[in-house]
């Protein structure tokens, strides 16, 4: 079955424009703009911990990163979940759903083989070690069918504004649905910004041999006012 036809019409979320009267709608993505949108994402996540880690050097980052969202990352979203971007795509929210958030990090491992870069040993080895920790906690701490957010990201020209905006429609529907909404962030100064969204910690944790830490999240589904 095609998901995008069992997929209910979702509210439009607007972001108001910078010195400007005119609203930037937040929607769904074209498929026909996975590589703007790969691109966007590789630069708004190049110097976030988790790639960091992963690939040390900058120039390997900058080439495998636009090939890891729009291969792997966006197009897993788009079958198993939703993505929300908007009009200019200046970022965009990317969501495993419910029934298949358990299976993201299986979804990860099936996509790397047909990765047309060979990394070196030792950033194979990380890639183990963070899917293999990152997968325990999840396990452990959202048991129960939720929203996966499986990446956040911006032109940094846009401030946070817009990541809220990204992120609003698929917490609006897990609310009416009565669903926790689930993520992990390996940046420490994003996790305010998650608890001002009704996201809180539920666990924390480092990759070992060295790896960053990270924060696992999880937010409830909220009450309509």
Known sequence: MCIDQSRRTAQR?????????QSKPVVRLDMSQVDLLATVLSRACQDEPKFKYLMPDEQTRRAVLPWFFGSVAIRASHLYGEIYTTENIDGAALWISP???????QIVRTGMPAMPF???PASCKRCIRVIARVEAVHARLAGRPHWYLVALG???SKGRAIRKALIEPVLA???????PCYLETFDENS???YENLGFR????????????N??????????SL
């Open 118 to 120: 060979k990394l070196e």
């Open 13 to 21: 979320f607007t972001l108001p424009s910078e010195g400007t009267r």
């Open 201 to 212: 910690i539920e666990g924390a944790g480092q990759i070992p041999w060295g790896g960053p």
């Open 154 to 156: 911006a032109e940094l």
């Open 173 to 179: 529907r897990a609310d009416s649905d009565g669903l």
């Open 214 to 223: 990270f924060w696992a999240m999880m937010r409830a589904p909220q009450a």
């Open 99 to 105: 029934g298949h958030a358990s299976n993201i990090g």
């Open 191 to 193: 996790v305010l910004f």
